[in-house]
């Protein structure tokens, strides 16, 4: 009977006494007398039978009274009841001289002296101390949770938990961000989801086909609404989506995917190869892919092309016009490099830049100069130096090493005895530095202005830029770009809806995706998403699948242009064929570096993005 003021003869769990007493209170008037524990003038609370219950469901006669005790604040976790147990465990003996004892509920407590119980008092503060603490909390939580708190006298250790996403937007609302970064890697896949339908997308009508290619080929683009009701019966939609899928290509060959070819040799073994052992065919294609090259070359520099990709079994090359991605003038990326191609690129006189390298000489430069002020000027400029010819200093200490791994053996006079190393394999390893940055991302390259035109020409009279042996050899590299060019053919890119079904916390929810497939350029997948915005009501998702070898083609560009110049840039690429918000999104900088795009969200019309 240790307890017996926290027994309950009517014990009843937690959720069915929050049940009795929302019913009651809906039952009982203003005015009618409620079952909360008081306390009499002497202290003691003073017993209420309560209201009669009527029970016209039962079968025996008679009428039962309300269980006066059966009250939350009676069990045996109530607030209440914790609340006194504490307090009279640690301030019970506080008082002793200044108030009276007096008995309720089995506890003794103190009475003070203007009439009002120690218990009551503490109980008052901490009611209010709780509800101050409801006010600040901008989560809530359902309220039975407060039954079974730990502690309540720390509520602020106990944070509300989230369980879902939904619930941390609520919770600290994302700024609205209504565009995602350009990525300028190519895509072999995109996964669309969202809770709205793609069937939209299905099964165009000969119309709208025929007049979404006459779209594209005009560089002419429809209007649409800022939301769609019905996005079936919508022609502008469907028509549009059309339009997105179109690229041109050369060469082409049917019954061959020429893309990618990096690492495609698999993908080409076993089919109809003509030209393998044919040399004039050979020539012929050759010569058929320099006049391509040369027409796309000339409509980049005229601006009536934004960009091309240039695909071979090695390495891949992207030439942008003037103002993309912040560029002064026409610049070209190529990515992966080995040492041969770039000493091949210095023979013919071509400038270039590692820009990742520099980057990561510039933070070394950085983080020395730093170092240096706190000791000295002179220490400081010494390392700073020591930082910019960081290069040559490690190929003198290669030399270095290698007078002194030859010195002990004069010493012993065995020199002549030792077949000492040759020339090319001491070169090989002074230059290990710059071996070991092939096929990686760090050996992408960098060229600009009118050294693009050399790269040109030596692309097309580079020997090694067509496999010599192999499921590709003899076949010339792929040419990809947004609009027409000379030797090209027009593509469509491949795309289906399907409707599944994912498990949830609450069962299945169904989820609708559409699926595109092909060489997916930067500006296809800013047009698909511009369509998806009003078609999907601000909410989709989507998985983009890069083409590793590219991503790299992300990083930024050393020396872009001004503000000034670079909105005259934007305005004289207005002819080259793509939509004025995708030329402006394609011309700001690039932020995301040697990654790419992963997963891509649109929730309420605002972007978030994953790289």
Request: with cysteine; charged share 25%; hydrophobic share 35%.
């Amino acid at each position: 009977m240790a307890e017996l003021g926290c027994y309950s003869p009517s014990f009843k769990k937690p959720s069915d006494v929050l049940r009795m007493r929302r019913k009651r209170a809906r039952s009982e008037g203003p005015g009618s007398r409620t079952s909360s524990p008081s306390v009499s003038v002497d202290g003691v609370r003073p017993f209420s039978p309560g209201p009669l219950l009527n029970a016209p469901g039962r079968t025996s006669g008679g009428t039962k009274r309300r269980n006066p005790f059966a009250n939350i604040e009676n069990t045996y976790n109530s607030p209440k009841k914790r609340a006194l147990s504490y307090c009279d465990g640690h301030n019970g003996a506080l008082d002793n001289k200044k108030a009276a004892a007096v008995v309720l509920d089995g506890k003794i407590i103190e009475e003070r002296p203007n009439g009002t119980s120690l218990r009551e008092e503490l109980f008052n503060n901490h009611q209010q101390k709780q509800h101050e603490i409801t006010l600040k909390t901008p989560v809530s939580l359902s309220e039975d949770d407060g039954l079974f708190e730990e502690d309540l006298f720390e509520p602020e250790r106990s944070t509300p938990v989230l369980k879902s996403p939904e619930a941390v937007c609520e919770a600290a609302p994302a700024e609205v961000c209504l565009e995602f970064p350009a990525d300028w890697s190519l895509k072999t896949r995109l996964l669309f989801t969202s809770p709205q339908s793609f069937s939209w997308a299905d099964h165009l009508k000969a119309q709208e086909e025929a007049q979404g290619l006459s779209f594209h080929c005009r560089a002419e683009y429809a209007s649409l609404p800022a939301q769609i009701q019905e996005p079936r019966g919508c022609t502008e939609l469907r028509c549009g989506f059309q339009q997105c899928l179109q690229y041109w290509q050369h060469p082409s060959l049917p019954w061959l995917s020429l893309f990618p070819r990096i690492g495609a040799e698999r993908k080409f073994s076993g089919k109809c190869m003509p030209w393998s052992q044919d040399t004039t065919l050979q020539q012929s294609l050759m010569s058929d892919w320099s006049v391509s090259l040369t027409s796309l070359y000339s409509l980049l520099k005229a601006r009536l092309c934004p960009y091309f990709y240039l695909c071979s079994y090695q390495f891949t090359v992207l030439f942008r016009a003037a103002g993309l991605s912040g560029a002064k003038g026409i610049s070209a990326l190529l990515s992966p490099t080995t040492r041969g191609l770039r000493e091949a690129m210095k023979a013919e006189g071509i400038e270039f830049s590692l820009p990742l390298l520099e980057e990561r000489r510039k933070s070394k430069e950085l983080a020395s100069s730093q170092s240096g002020e706190s000791v000295s000027q002179t220490e400081g400029e010494e390392s700073a130096g020591s930082a910019v010819l960081s290069e040559h200093s490690e190929n003198e200490e290669d030399e270095d090493d290698d007078d002194a791994g030859f010195s002990w053996l004069k010493e012993m006079g065995v020199q002549d005895k030792i077949k000492k190393p040759d020339a090319i394999s001491i070169k090989l390893r002074k230059e290990h530095r710059e071996v070991r940055l092939d096929h990686r991302p760090e050996s992408v390259v960098l060229v600009e202005g009118s050294n693009t035109f050399t790269l040109l020409n030596f692309l097309i009279n580079c020997k090694s830029l067509v496999a010599g042996a192999g499921s590709q050899a003899g076949l010339p590299p792929t040419l990809l770009a947004p609009t027409a060019f000379k030797g090209a053919t027009l593509h469509s890119l491949k795309a289906r809806t399907v409707n599944v079904k994912t498990q949830v916390r609450t069962g299945y929810q169904d989820v609708c995706s559409l699926e595109v497939t092909g060489p997916i350029m930067p500006h296809m997948l800013h047009a698909l998403t511009q369509l998806l915005k009003p078609a999907q009501k601000g909410e989709f998702s989507v998985g983009l699948y890069t083409h590793e070898p590219t991503a790299v083609l992300n990083v930024p560009i050393s020396q872009t242009s001004e503000p000034q110049q670079q909105e005259s840039f934007v305005q004289d690429l207005g002819r080259c064929g793509l939509q004025q918000s995708s030329v402006e999104q394609l011309a700001a900088p690039s932020i995301l570096g040697k990654s790419a795009l992963r997963q891509l969200h649109m929730r309420d019309y605002s972007y978030s993005w994953k790289s």
